[in-house]
């Protein structure tokens, strides 16, 4: 039973033998494209050949020794597994070989091993047959196996180690002149040329086939890098047909660049041609990407043309083809400026045509600096700025930003940029801030910018009308990110000029005025404090500026040069009534109280600024009462205080009256401050020197006057009356209630002043008899009934002496 069990399992062996030999032998092995299968196919046929010889030379498999058998089931499980491995290469594309050739050379390797030892074992096995013919081929073969060394060719190798990176996840993008090197890589690897997209595409599908079925992720990344990379590397070769989009040229005015003007890698023409060591021409630029990359990879660089490995890195430049492209720029580009002014100078300009000239003229100064000039020579800048001035509707926004574009290409050329300026450019890129469309704005802030790198242009920008305030909207716009950064770096151009502070305070950019006031000399800050001063401010900007500068505009109270601007400036912020705080905390009060009072040769303009400002800041209570009113401490509402104050308003002018008054009336209007204010009133004598003012030609003066002797009346209405007396003045008081050219103010306060009279019995008989009593009854039905509905201050105060009178 056992030797009827060795004989079928050896018999099962050799047939599993001879039907892998003869798929190892088939043609598709034999001529295979790669080399591992072609010599693993040879070692096939020799084994095939060896088996034969034996089994023919032997009668009977079973009178051969146990090892025998046991060579030929190794033999049979190690050709089966090669024979899987082989497989590999006929049912998968070239691509997907290349993908794995490693692991299969490795696999193939192990097996050829493998077998050269079963051979070994049965060349012992067979010494004792006297068959030394088959023993030879037998010990050939195994020592050939056996020192068989299955490697992949080097471009193989390169290849494969390409794809692997291209199927990493973390594979950053690649160049255009790394992705045509691959594609001449890969199409070496597969033994087509790197020119023939249809055989490149229909190998990628096949690898699309291949994928499909895989479950890698590798692969599929792989598979997608190659579409992406074949795709691109299969976009029309550029030509000069590129630049004419748009505009009609005859046939023999220009010629396409010959082929050897292209880089093989970007397909474009060069710029800076270079040769190898291998003598083949490259953009400088894009082989320097390939040469970069080979050393990423670990790997040494080769010539992306032919593939060979090069020894050095050096690269010469081409000059004589450099030359020969320059030629044929230069001849091109006078082609196309000729056409473009053609096309520009047509009234109205074709719309049509605009476009392409615009596309033409701005590739050209992007790709070929170094002719700008012949596009300048040509007058193309002058057309298109006037083509802006005089068809700006016409073209529409969506040229007009790409007229701004192509100028603002231009303007790295310095002569463009002065041409520009001469033809009002400055104003145009201004207008089109508010155009229609991002584009075109985002177009006209840019070419603002590339100007307001020059001192004399940012000058010229901020003297347009209207500029600054457009840039400051733009630039505090959020909605836009992007042109609200632009607009701010133009602003901050604009800042670094002097000239241009009083423009951009105007616009609400007050921080070079501020830094100037703040940090500059002498002279620079009373110039600022002039501009804060004479300007109109809304209150956020009045309140910006006095919370950084009001320390150092009092300090400028105390130097004759910059007091008069100082004195102007703070004037003009003390309107704001948020700002009194602010003031007084600066220590404002006695610096103004100094030049009020103290110093003699101080001019009446200066002092009337100084009691102006002050009224402002006493105009609400609750912050100066506990502030210093001088250097030695006294308070606003102090006798010494309030008797300077009196003391001045009979000697002071016209309008520093007018603020004396007003500034009596603040304090004394103060809660905190109004009985001790009323009281060093009194005992100044103030009541006889205020009451004239009652009688005042200039309305101002009465106006505060009245206010003034009202609000005194309260505490010293007896006071008044025994002033007014001997004058027989109290019958103005109702001269004036009766005059009805006073205006409503002056008659309320007259109205109130005579109610806090202290009046005798016949004084009351005289002023406010039957007749007076009949005329207020009167005036208060006529103001109930009228249309308005409404009753005015005047009206209120009436009805109020109306029951006064009455009592």
Not at 350 to 373: F, H, K, M, T
Not at 441 to 449: G, W
Not at 561 to 570: C, F, P, T
Not at 606 to 625: D, F, M, Q, R, Y
Request: with cysteine; charged share 25%.
């Amino acid at each position: 039973m056992a030797s009827s069990s060795s004989s079928s399992s050896v018999s099962s062996a050799l047939d599993s033998i001879n039907t892998s030999l003869a798929e190892l032998c088939a043609d598709h092995y034999r001529h295979s494209p790669f080399d591992l299968p072609r010599r693993f196919s040879g070692f096939a046929d020799r084994l095939q050949l060896s088996l034969t010889h034996l089994t023919r030379a032997t009668p009977s498999l079973d009178s051969l020794p146990p090892s025998v058998h046991t060579a030929l089931k190794g033999i049979a499980a190690d050709l089966a597994s090669a024979l899987e491995t082989l497989s590999f290469y006929r049912t998968k594309c070239k691509i997907s070989v290349l993908i794995n050739c490693l692991s299969l050379c490795s696999s193939l390797r192990n097996r050829t091993v493998a077998i050269s030892g079963w051979l070994a074992l049965l060349d012992a096995a067979v010494q004792d047959l006297n068959l030394s013919d088959l023993r030879k081929k037998i010990a050939d073969l195994s020592r050939d196996m056996k020192q068989a060394h299955f490697t992949v060719s080097e471009k193989e190798e390169r290849v494969h180690h390409t794809l692997q990176k291209e199927g990493l996840a973390t594979q950053s993008k690649t160049s255009k002149a790394v992705e045509s090197a691959i594609i001449m890589d890969l199409a070496r690897g597969l033994g087509i040329d790197a020119e023939n997209h249809d055989e490149l595409s229909k190998q990628i599908r096949l690898l699309k086939n291949d994928v499909a079925g895989s479950n890698l992720e590798s692969e599929r990344r792989i598979l997608w890098s190659l579409e992406r990379i074949l795709n691109n590397s299969a976009v029309q070769l550029p030509s000069f047909s590129a630049w004419k989009k748009g505009m009609e040229f005859e046939d023999d005015v220009h010629i396409q660049p010959f082929k050897n003007f292209l880089c093989p890698l970007t397909k474009e023409v060069m710029r800076d041609p270079v040769v190898l060591q291998s003598s083949q021409t490259y953009e400088r630029t894009a082989i320097n990407y390939w040469f970069e990359r080979c050393l990423e990879d670990g790997r040494d660089p080769t010539c992306p043309v032919t593939g060979q490995v090069l020894g050095s890195l050096e690269v010469k430049p081409n000059i004589g083809l450099s030359g020969a492209i320059e030629e044929w720029v230069n001849r091109n580009v006078d082609i196309v400026v000729k056409i473009s002014a053609q096309h520009l100078s047509k009234e109205p300009p074709a719309v049509d045509c605009v476009q392409g000239v615009l596309d033409n003229v701005y590739n050209i100064s992007e790709e070929y600096p170094n002719c700008r000039y012949r596009v300048r020579n040509g007058g193309i800048l002058v057309l298109i700025v006037k083509m802006l001035r005089n068809s700006s509707k016409s073209i529409g926004t969506y040229l007009r930003s790409k007229a701004l574009m192509v100028l603002l290409s231009m303007a790295k050329d310095e002569e463009s940029k002065k041409i520009m300026l001469q033809e009002g450019i400055t104003r145009l890129a201004i207008h089109s801030l508010t155009g229609s469309s991002e584009r075109e704005r985002e177009s006209a802030v840019k070419l603002l910018l590339e100007f307001s790198s020059d001192e004399a242009c940012c000058i010229k920008i901020a003297s347009e009308k209207g500029a600054l305030v457009l840039l400051s909207s733009m630039a505090g716009n959020l909605e836009h990110p992007g042109l609200s950064k632009l607009a701010e770096e133009v602003l901050r151009w604009m800042e670094k000029v002097e000239d241009n502070v009083q423009h951009l305070a105007a616009a609400g950019r007050f921080e070079p005025l501020l830094t100037r006031l703040c940090e500059g000399s002498d002279g620079a800050k009373s110039e600022m404090a002039s501009l804060v001063g004479s300007m109109t401010l809304t209150n956020s900007s009045k309140e910006q500026i006095a919370r950084r500068s009001a320390k150092i505009l009092v300090e400028m109270l105390s130097k004759p040069e910059g007091r008069a601007a100082s004195l102007q400036a703070l004037y003009n912020l003390s309107s704001l009534d948020d700002n009194a705080t602010i003031l007084v905390d600066s220590a404002v009060l006695p610096s103004l109280a100094a030049i009020l009072f103290i110093n003699q040769d101080t001019s009446p303009e200066l002092k009337e600024l100084a009691a102006a400002t002050i009224a402002n800041i006493v105009s609400n209570p609750g912050h100066w009462e506990l502030a210093y009113a001088d250097k030695e401490g006294h308070s606003m509402q102090s006798e010494l205080f309030v008797h300077s104050l009196l003391g001045s308003l009979p000697l002071a002018s016209p309008q520093c009256q007018i603020s004396i008054l007003h500034i009596l009336y603040g304090i004394a209007s103060s809660p905190q401050a109004s009985q001790s204010v009323a009281r060093h009133i009194k005992s100044g004598e103030g009541i006889k020197t205020i009451l004239p003012f009652l009688e005042h030609p200039e309305v101002e003066h009465r106006i505060h006057a009245f206010r003034l002797t009202r609000l005194l009346s309260e505490r010293c209405g007896e006071d008044i009356a025994n002033e007014l007396r001997p004058s027989n003045r109290i019958p103005l008081l109702q001269d004036k209630l009766l005059d009805h050219q006073s205006i409503d103010s002056e008659r309320s306060d007259a109205a109130c002043i005579l109610a806090n009279l202290s009046l005798t019995e016949n004084e009351v008989k005289t002023l406010l008899g039957v007749s007076f009593v009949k005329w207020t009854v009167t005036t208060l039905k006529s103001q109930r009934q009228a249309s308005s509905g409404r009753i005015s201050s005047f009206c209120v105060t009436q009805i109020d002496l109306g029951f006064m009178a009455h009592n």
